[in-house]
């Protein structure tokens, strides 16, 4: 498997994007102990999707832990209040980016007639 880039996460851990075959990206987040959705986490995360997205061929994007107890283990509620604007300064563009995140190539019409006669 093809190590591609890395991407620190400021409060501890590191996103890594490997290849395992062609056009085909993990994209694997370790920030301990639990991976909590903060905003230097959500940061990160969006900076790896960016970089992905623009450096290299368009393919599948899988998402993973590499902490084998949780993907994530969601917000800390405190930090969200603490944090002046968490939701639409980090949550949000995040969310937005994942939604977003699709195959340029992948045309949802002809999809569509595979599935509807």
Known sequence: MAKLFSV???SGG?????SPSKNVYLLSFEAPPDNRLVSDFCESFLLALNIL???????VLIT???ISKFYSNGFILQHNAETPGFMERFCLPL???LLMYVNVGFDPWKARQLIVP
Not at 14 to 18: G, L, T
Not at 53 to 59: A, I, K, L, Q
């Open 8 to 10: 620190p996460i400021a």
């Open 53 to 59: 997205e623009h450096n290299y061929p368009h393919g």
């Open 95 to 97: 969310i937005k980016k």
């Open 64 to 66: 993973t832990s590499a």
């Open 14 to 18: 590191v996103f890594e994007c490997s």
